[in-house]
């Protein structure tokens, strides 16, 4: 296509608007492609970016853009994401990678023969970047992740089968911190049970799980979609000497000279992420910090305590 990085869209929700405009922001890159289930949703985006809008996947890929992204519900990861690679054209993915497992597996070997990210930009905080400075070479002893919030309000978030659940569709950031923080995780033993007060509803309205770190490190995990609010969402880590407790918005630090607290920015942590995944496309940087691998390994912790909620039983990683 020429010229300044051309981007494509599949998807054309809030998340995609959200990159779009973010995209649109920088001088050597433009909006070239969208596309959605909803016609009119990808016409409206194009239009307001001055993109054209492609009546589907194939005909996206069939303009090779310099790169695609892929912001789709849960559900429909999948397809897009295979047609994508298989024209070879580098790919950006909006978290989760699936519903399910097995669709992220089946990916991941196809992702690895070109430039891949995944939207958890919470490893681009500046405030995550201190967290781990301050506890690198102390010894970490627990570990404890929370998400509790409300039900975003579209239709197919309240069905299992669509969104995997809270634990699934809103945990990641959460779970990707206490992996980059912790250490992998070796096994998780989880309860889920209730409903959100939401009609139709089949998702867990609160999940608790018990995680082992592959170190021996013990933690936690709990989250809730039944509140009305998104109440918090943070990591707290307890090493040697010192607590640490860092979300998007803040990181609070408690030692033996007592507390210091540091503001977070998510708003530019939203940016880096895209900038990182165009400046790999150009070849003039290399600041993709999770990479589709990457993002796997924190579905997989996803999955694991998804199925040990509904198993009742310990799960491996």
Request: charged share 20%.
């Amino acid at each position: 296509m020429g010229g300044r990085c051309a981007i494509a869209i599949i998807g054309a929700g809030n998340v995609a608007r959200r990159h779009a405009s973010v995209l649109a922001g920088f001088p050597d890159v433009r909006l070239a492609g969208v596309t959605d289930v909803v016609p009119e949703a990808a016409g409206a985006l194009a239009a307001e970016h001055g993109a054209l809008a492609y009546p589907d996947v194939a005909a996206v890929v069939a303009a090779q853009p310099d790169a695609v992204y892929v912001c789709v519900p849960p559900f429909a990861h999948g397809p897009a994401e295979e047609a994508v690679l298989a024209a070879g054209l580098p790919m950006f993915v909006e978290k989760p990678l699936a519903v399910d497992l097995a669709t992220a597996e089946r990916i991941a070997p196809l992702a690895e023969r070109v430039v891949t990210a995944v939207g958890l930009h919470w490893r681009y905080l500046a405030v995550v970047e201190r967290a781990r400075d301050l506890l690198a070479g102390r010894q970490v002893r627990l570990v404890s992740g929370t998400w509790l919030d409300k039900v975003p309000p579209v239709d197919w978030w309240v069905r299992r089968e669509s969104s995997g659940g809270p634990v699934i569709e809103q945990a990641p950031h959460v779970l990707d911190v206490m992996r980059l923080l912790g250490g992998e995780v070796a096994q998780v033993h989880a309860a889920g049970g209730g409903r959100p007060p939401v009609a139709g509803a089949d998702v867990d309205a609160a999940t608790a799980a018990l995680v082992r770190f592959a170190s021996g490190v013990p933690g936690t995990l709990t989250t809730t979609c039944a509140l009305g609010w998104k109440h918090r969402a943070r990591v707290d880590v307890i090493a040697d000497g010192l607590a640490v407790s860092v979300g998007e918005d803040e990181l609070v630090v408690r030692d033996g000279a007592g507390e210091h607290r540091y503001p977070g920015d998510p708003v530019a942590a939203r940016m880096a992420v895209d900038r990182a995944f165009v400046d790999a496309v150009q070849g003039v940087a290399d600041d993709v910090r999770v990479p589709y691998g990457e993002a796997l390994r924190t579905h997989r912790l996803a999955a694991a305590v998804a199925r040990s909620a509904a198993t009742e039983e310990a799960v491996g990683v």
